[in-house]
Structures are given as structure tokens and as C-alpha cells.
């Protein structure tokens, strides 16, 4: 036992950094297969009775408290991330849960063409795996997240059936979907980890519409309420409050566990036989980059020069639609009423390659996201003008958000900031992310037919964002999964290419991103990988 | 040195009704803010959610003339934006806090309303429509 290490780290067969969705559903296998599970989480779980989802200040501390953005955020187990040389601020959540405590929900598979874009599109790569080798994961996943949702839409090749029925789509959604149908175009009830009736650990949802800072209820399927209650029944030893600063290795090169702080500021170490990182796209490939030793100068699992490059974080912009009538647009779930994938795929003829997936979703209430407005005229938004506006908006409007499709490029890319710290002393990520040519061609593209989509749905003013500063949700890319170990940091697995004990089961392994919502995807990833470290359990290398 | 406490003085509170009525004045049908009571529990409450605010808050009120607050507020607008955000973030979601204004504009608030019943056959012809169209993916090309 080294100094550092308690009674408490005694060694795991599997240690876990982070508890957000991949590590809960992998936590649940290892723990049901008998593994001795430990997950070290620099954050802590969030009681239902925190969020203010249901006091009349909600509003108000939604743009701080709850805010997706930890530099805006700024609690004590947020990290600074250095965006100074980024188009977008990347959003997460730093607790038991991860992002899911602040996420939407929406519960959609990647299609086809996503694991293809190479062959079928010839840019970008081929994903080592394909949509059929995941779908059996996919629908697992949608049963064990309480998915509400229709079958048969023909977006997908299959009609998976969903353990919940649709959530109702409320007057937005009924509005919205008029208007698809006036053009002949795509839409579909959206699929969400949310549900109408109560389902395993979930409560039933009241549509009180602030899933996205948190819900009161215990509604929403996020993975603290999921699983990780079964994941500690089951005997993982889930340590809050651990920030992790180093994967260690040994002679043999082998990872031997993780360095880490506790709250008391306490350095420790927490040994285990196999390592999986579950710490985000920005979290794993800082900590990787931070494992740096004579057998790793580059950082651990890096000898492709790619851990931290090609960061994909789905640009998003907004058609806002304003109608005349009253739409109770406040009535949630914050979830989304439908989608579309009428623009999904590469048509030559547009310009551009691959294309976005759009969503309707509730528009809150009247506070929003509102600034001061100290950059528009006083009279323009103040005095009767912020009463005529007020009324005008409140409750009667909705907007088609856009989630495009971002290519991976090696120069959009995840570093360590040379002098930004997190509250432990531990360096910080700086992120270096640029729109490309391609994601405004396709933006400018489908922001005009949201435009359209509005008119037909008979909307009395149209609003348009073209790119949201805010809008890094989805963090992907930067420790990509492939066959060929110099173009590639991890196995089609996940697990790395120059540790065999060490695995990646977060977005940090996409290939491409589609432009469908990842969560859904990185949990079905992370069951297909855990499944088969589980089978080869025999096989697996580990530190004598 | 800026205060964090949240807490206003008489004087305070007096002439921040003044200058949050040059914002949100009555109009439109709509009470001023300081007769839906912004300046009195309202601001307290949104002080209260928003500690982060406090110093800046403050800061503002000791901008300015007393006696004109107009202008007060049209150089807090010109000369001090990040003070100027949180006095009309603080005052506008102190004053959507009232529940004579939620009335007014017809918000209940993010109210509770479980779901009651089934509302796909109110759009199920529609989804007969896109499903008629057909298939709108590239389907997996198997090599």
C-alpha cells in the first residue's frame, strides 16, 4: 500500500472516472457480473429537492445555479474550461449523473449512414461498427431508460418498439407538425427518457417543462435515478466528491489505477485492474493527455497524436416561430414534442454534405434566457415595449432547434491550458473549435426551411439565431474508435490501442456524430463494450 | 467596496422602485413594477435566488442621480452594461415573479399538469401521411 492509498481504495477489479450515463450503464453490468466496481465522481449527487423547477425563482436561477455552462455555473466541482478560441461553450454537468441531471432526455438512435459517412459520403471515416451491430444495444437502452416514444418511424429500418407511449405533443407540437405535413415533409413524435406513468425508478411526468435544469420530480430519466441505485445495491462503491489528475501506469505500461483529490484535498490513489474513462469528451481526453510518463510522453493512449483532436460538439441554431394564438408553449416536457430527419442525409444538390436534425421544444417562460438587453436600445425592450413583448411571446411561441452535424477536423481539438487551473491546482482544458465552411453552408440551408416549416405552421413572426455561443451539449470525438491504431485511439470495443486495460466508454469514441442527439448511442456503445470486456474477462491483461 | 448583502435600506428600496418603474412602467394594461410590489418582497425574493448578483445590484443604485431616476438609468445603459444587466435581470424576473402579473399574461407558472389521456389519434392521419411518403434514410451498405 502506497501512502496515499486508505483501507477504503482498496484495489478494484474495475475502476470507473465519472458517473455520468456510459459509466452507470457499464457500472450496472460489471456489478450484476460480480466485478468489485469502484467509480471516483469529482462531484455529488444532486437531491431532487434542490432543483428549482417548481419555486417561482426558477427562472432566475436557471441562468445561474442551473446553467449547462460550468464557466457560468461555477460550482465547486465545475473545472474552468478555456474557450477563448472556441465558436461555443461546451455544456455538462459535473455530479453523480453527469450531464443527464441537466440534459433534454431525447432518447434518439444515430441512422445508418451515420457509421458510414466515408462510404457513403466519401469524407470524414467509417465508423468500425455499423447501425445494425448496435441496434440490439439501442433497444436495450430504451427499456432501461423508461423511453417514451411511437414505433415505425421510417427514419430507422427498424420498428423498435418503446417500453412507454408517446409523451402527448401539446399544442406546439400539433402546431408544428401541421406545417410539416403542409410541406410532405418528415416528422415523428420525439422519442424521451421521460414518461406519463411512473416506470421502474421514475416518477411520472407532470410536464412542469424544466427538465433542462434539473426535474423536481424525479421524473426525468437521468442515471442517478436510473441506475446507479442498482449499480450500489449491486456493490459498487461509488466515491463522491474524487477528482481524478492521472491515470497511472506501470513498467509494463499497463494502467494500475487513478490519482485523485478528495474533498478534503487529500491526494489518493485508488488501484484497479482495467480503468474505464466515462468523464466526458473534454474530461477523458484532459485526463489522458495529464497521464504523461516516460512510456507515455505524449500522454497515455496517444502514440496516434489524436487524443484531444477532432472535437465534434453539434453546432445549434433556432428558427423562433410567434403565433397568434395561445400555444401554452411553457407546458413541458422539455423533451422535445417532434423532430424531423427530413434534412438528415447528404443531398448533392444542396452544397454541402450530411445535414441536421431538427426539434420542437417548449420555450419556458416569459424570464427565458433573457439578458439585460444592455446591448439593444433602452426603448426597443424596456418600458411599454417590454410589456408588449411580454404578451406577445409569452405562451405562443415555440422553436425549431437545429442540431447540425459537425465534421471531425484534427484542428478543432482539446488541450491543456498552460495556466488555467481547476480548484484542486489541476491544469485545465482550453478547447480550440471553429465552424467550418461546411457546418454554416448546411446551417444557412436548414435555418431558410425552418423558416418555411414556420410559415406553413402559420407563425405570425419568425426569429432566427444562425449558431448559439451556448449550444456545446453534445461532446464528442476526441478519443475515436478504429481498426487502424495510427488514426485511432481506441478498438472497435473501446478499449485503447496501447493499454490493453484501459477503455473509453464515453462520446469521446465517436468516429463522426451524426446529428442526432448522443446519449442514447454512447449508453448503447458503452453496454456493447462492457458486455464484451465481461465475456473476455479471462483474457484481459491486467497489473501483476 | 461593493456589498453582498442582499439586504436594502429604506433609501435603498425607495430609489430602486423609482428607477425599476422607468423600466417597467404602467402600460399596456400592465401594473409598473413597483405596483405589482417589485420594489418591496419581489426584489428580496430575487436577490435571494441570485447572490452572485448582489454586489452588482447594488453597485448600480450607487450610479446615478437621485432625483432623476431616467436619466440614472439611460447612463447606467450607456456607461455600466454588466450593471445594467443584473438591475434588469433582477428587476424583470422579480416583477414576472408576481402572480398578479402571471395572471395578467395569462403564465400560470411551470405549473403541474399530469397527463390525463392519449392524444395520438388527434394526429395519427398526419403520421399515416409520413409514413405513405416512405423511408427517409440511406440504408446500411454492406460490403
Known amino acids: 500500500m502506497t501512502p496515499e492509498e486508505t483501507k477504503d481504495s482498496a484495489k478494484a477489479d474495475v475502476l470507473i472516472v465519472g458517473a455520468g450515463p456510459s459509466s452507470a450503464f457499464a457500472a450496472v ?7 468489485d466496481v469502484v467509480v471516483l465522481e469529482q462531484g455529488d449527487w444532486t437531491r431532487r429537492t434542490e432543483f428549482a423547477g417548481a419555486t417561482k425563482e426558477w427562472e432566475l436561477k436557471a441562468q445561474k445555479d442551473w446553467h ?79 423511453v417514451s416514444g411511437l414505433a415505425g418511424d421510417p427514419a430507422y429500418p427498424d420498428e423498435a418498439p418503446y417500453p412507454n407511449p408517446p409523451m402527448p405533443l401539446n399544442k406546439i407540437g400539433h402546431k408544428a407538425a401541421l406545417g410539416m405535413d403542409k410541406l410532405g415533409w418528415h416528422w415523428w413524435p420525439g422519442p424521451q427518457a421521460i414518461s406519463a406513468r411512473p416506470y421502474r425508478h421514475m416518477q411520472a411526468c407532470v410536464r412542469r417543462g424544466t427538465c433542462l ?10 442515471v442517478d435515478i436510473t441506475h446507479w ?23 509494463q505500461g499497463l494502467a494500475t489505477g487513478a490519482a485523485y483529490v478528495d474533498r478534503a484535498g487529500v491526494e489518493r490513489h485508488q488501484a484497479a485492474d482495467v480503468v474505464i474513462l466515462c468523464a466526458n469528451g473534454i474530461g477523458t481526453p484532459r485526463l489522458l493527455l495529464l497521464s504523461k510518463s516516460a512510456a507515455h510522453p505524449d500522454g497515455l493512449g496517444n502514440s496516434s497524436g489524436l487524443v484531444g483532436r477532432n472535437l465534434m460538439m453539434h453546432p445549434y441554431a433556432a428558427a423562433s416561430g410567434v403565433y397568434d394564438e395561445p400555444l401554452e408553449s411553457w407546458l413541458g416536457p422539455s423533451g422535445h414534442a417532434i423532430q424531423t430527419f427530413e434534412f438528415y442525409e447528404t443531398k448533392q444538390e444542396r452544397g454541402f454534405v450530411r445535414g441536421a436534425k431538427w426539434q420542437v421544444m417548449p420555450s419556458g417562460g416569459p424570464l427565458g434566457l433573457r439578458a439585460g438587453y444592455s446591448d439593444s436600445a433602452l426603448d426597443d425592450v424596456w418600458g411599454e415595449n417590454f410589456h408588449k413583448r411580454i404578451r406577445k411571446v409569452t405562451g405562443h411561441t415555440f422553436e425549431w432547434g437545429i442540431t447540425a452535424e459537425d465534421l471531425p477536423d484534427p484542428d478543432n481539438r482539446v488541450v491543456i491550458d498552460p495556466t488555467l487551473t481547476d480548484s484542486d491546482g489541476i491544469p485545465s482544458p482550453k478547447i480550440v473549435y471553429k465552424s467550418s465552411e461546411n457546418t454554416r453552408k448546411l446551417m444557412d440551408f436548414n435555418l431558410a426551411r425552418a423558416v418555411e416549416a414556420h410559415e406553413a405552421s402559420g407563425a405570425s413572426e419568425i426569429h432566427v439565431t444562425p449558431l448559439m455561443r451556448d449550444c456545446g451539449w453534445h461532446i464528442m470525438g476526441t478519443a475515436r474508435m478504429g481498426v487502424d491504431p495510427t488514426t485511432s485511439v481506441i478498438d472497435k470495443w473501446n478499449r485503447s490501442h496501447d493499454v490493453p486495460n484501459l477503455y473509453v466508454f464515453d462520446a469521446s469514441s465517436f468516429v463522426t456524430c451524426g446529428s442526432a442527439n448522443p446519449t442514447a448511442t454512447i449508453t448503447a456503445l458503452s453496454l456493447r463494450a462492457v458486455e464484451h470486456l465481461i465475456a473476455e474477462r479471462r483474457n484481459q491483461e491486467t497489473p501483476r | 467596496m461593493s456589498s453582498t448583502n442582499a439586504s436594502l435600506s429604506e433609501a435603498e428600496r425607495a430609489l430602486y422602485g423609482s428607477r425599476a418603474d422607468v423600466l417597467i412602467p404602467g402600460a399596456e ?11 418591496t418582497s419581489l426584489i428580496d425574493d430575487a436577490l435571494a435566488a441570485r447572490p452572485d448578483l448582489v454586489a452588482d445590484f447594488k453597485a448600480s443604485l450607487a450610479l446615478g442621480s437621485v ?15 454588466v450593471l445594467f444587466d443584473a ?10 415573479m408576481s402572480p398578479d402579473v402571471k395572471q395578467i399574461i395569462g403564465y400560470p407558472g411551470q405549473e403541474e399538469r399530469p397527463v390525463t389521456g392519449d392524444d395520438v389519434g388527434d ?21
Not at chain 1, 449491486?234 to 497511472?248: D, F, K, Q, S
Request: charged share 20%; aromatic share 8%; glycine share 10%.
Open chain 2, 87 to 96: 438591475f434588469s435581470v433582477l428587476t424583470s424576473g422579480a416583477y414576472l
Open chain 1, 229 to 251: 441505485t442498482d449499480a450500489i445495491a449491486n456493490g459498487t462503491r461509488l466515491v463522491t466528491g474524487a477528482r481524478v489528475r492521472e491515470i497511472t501506469t506501470n513498467s
Open chain 1, 29 to 35: 453490468e460489471l456489478s450484476k457480473a460480480g466485478f
Open chain 2, 123 to 143: 394526429y395519427i392521419g398526419l403520421l399515416e401521411n409520413v409514413a405513405a411518403r416512405g423511408p427517409v434514410y440511406r440504408p446500411t451498405v454492406v460490403s
Open chain 1, 68 to 146: 449547462p455552462n460550468p464557466n457560468r455555473r461555477g460550482r465547486p466541482a465545475d473545472y474552468p474550461i478555456d474557450t477563448t478560441d472556441s465558436d461555443v461553450n461546451p455544456l455538462m454537468f459535473n455530479g453523480v449523473g453527469g450531464s443527464s441531471i441537466l440534459y433534454a432526455a431525447h432518447w434518439v438512435r444515430m441512422l445508418p449512414s451515420d457509421f458510414q459517412v466515408r462510404t457513403m459520403d466519401g469524407i470524414a471515416d467509417d465508423w468500425p461498427i455499423t447501425y445494425e451491430e448496435l441496434a440490439p444495444y439501442y433497444g436495450r437502452t430504451e427499456v432501461a431508460m423508461g
Open chain 2, 29 to 39: 394594461g400592465m401594473p409598473s413594477a413597483t405596483q405589482a410590489g417589485t420594489h
Open chain 2, 67 to 81: 432625483e432623476d431616476p431616467a436619466a440614472a438609468i439611460a447612463e447606467l445603459h450607456a456607461k455600466q452594461p
Open chain 1, 213 to 222: 435544469t434539473g426535474c423536481p420530480e424525479g421524473a426525468k430519466g437521468s
